[in-house]
């Protein structure tokens, strides 16, 4: 569990606060190079010796259903003809990692990192849309490894003297 600072609890439980709460996005190409942070602010942020730019974004959060696979949607605004070029020219999924921060300590971070892949990506002139979704571990094999003569020959001796 996450321990806050009682200056935090305290904005958290206020009618009203003076504390801003922002999100930190930051976006990386498959080679782990950082094509783009922003911020959810009108003004830039500097985090952990990291100047995230102002920009206004949405971030739409997984439901919480059993039935949803916890995919997660970014829009973000087109704020340069970079990101669009990197997202053309990547072959490899992109990722995005989001934080929440408080503006009066921007390297501390209150919850996250929250680590997506980029799987679907839509854009026009003012908005980029990204779908987002957490790695599925639901295509990953079950068990792990095979049962086969060589891995695990007791299972098929055992079989191998049954009688017909």
């Known amino acids: 569990m996450r321990t ?3 200056t935090i609890l305290a904005a958290l439980y206020a009618d009203e606060t003076e504390e801003v709460f922002l999100l930190l996005a ?37 439901s919480y259903s059993d039935s949803d696979t916890g995919a997660a949607t ?3 605004e087109n704020i340069g003809q970079t990101l669009i070029a ?9 990722t995005v990692s989001i934080d929440l921060i408080v503006a009066s300590d921007p390297d501390t971070a209150l919850a ?6 980029i799987r679907k990506v839509s854009y026009n002139l ?8 957490h790695d599925s571990y639901l295509d990953e094999p079950y ?13 098929f001796k055992a079989v191998a003297s049954l009688p017909v």
């Open 126 to 133: 003012t908005s980029i849309r990204a779908d987002l979704e």
């Open 4 to 6: 806050l600072a009682q």
């Open 26 to 62: 930051t976006v990386s190409l498959a080679d782990a190079t950082v094509a783009l942070r922003v911020v959810n602010n009108p003004e830039d942020i500097t985090s952990n010796s990291n100047v995230f730019t102002a920009s206004n974004f949405e971030l739409v959060l997984p």
């Open 74 to 76: 970014i829009l973000l």
């Open 143 to 155: 068990p792990v490894g095979d049962f086969t003569p060589n891995t695990t020959p007791g299972l």
């Open 86 to 94: 990197s997202i053309r020219s990547e072959s490899d999924p992109m």
């Open 112 to 117: 996250g990192p929250w680590n997506f892949t």
